[in-house]
């Protein structure tokens, strides 16, 4: 049943005006005497103190234990990225998660991945090495590494594999 408050109603007291909204802990929270068949609903919001948690009632017939409650905020404030400096957030089981094992550079644009690498996709182009716009060399989806050619052809450097546009190959040594 609602309540008519009278115009120009006044409150003066410090106290909440609904007490059942905040309970010091969870036992406060899950006090039968405190929430009732009569004085609860589906849906009332309850912030527990201690913990910084925010719960629904989701079930008035058993606000006594955990199942009668759905916590909708864990308190925690998700301002602090998950991991050390460099390294790039994820998803680890539902929760953020970093590792030294994938990390980027902001200030050189450097990504390194420490351990196996693995790329999937369709396209010719699956794995692309560019500098700038320029192709370099790529994997095509047959696993097939393919180097670009050169019009001009780059300084010779030990181990290195060099294609020009003629065709020729170059191995430095």
């Known amino acids: 049943m609602a309540v008519q408050v009278p115009s120009g109603f006044l409150v003066t007291s410090t106290d909440p005006i609904d007490g059942r909204m905040i309970a010091a802990n969870a036992s406060a929270r899950k006090n039968a005497q405190r ?3 009569y004085n609860s609903f589906v849906g009332l919001l309850v912030y527990q103190q201690d913990t910084n948690e925010l719960y629904s009632l989701v079930d008035k017939s058993n606000t006594g234990n955990d199942a009668g409650w759905q916590l909708l905020s864990d308190g925690s404030t998700g301002s602090s990225a998950a991991g050390a400096n460099t390294q790039i957030q994820f ?11 994938l990390t980027l550079d902001s200030s050189t644009g450097a990504t390194t991945v420490s351990g ?3 790329i999937e996709g369709t396209n010719d182009g699956l794995f692309l090495i560019k500098k700038g716009t320029e192709e370099v060399a790529k994997v095509n989806s047959d696993g097939v590494f393919i180097l670009t050619p050169k019009s001009s ?12 546009n003629n065709g020729d190959f170059y191995v430095g040594v």
């Open 35 to 37: 929430y009732t068949n």
């Open 91 to 101: 998803n680890d089981n539902g929760g953020f998660g970093g590792s030294a094992r």
């Open 116 to 118: 196996s690498l693995t």
């Open 153 to 164: 052809l780059p300084t010779a450097v030990e181990g290195g594999l060099v294609i020009d």
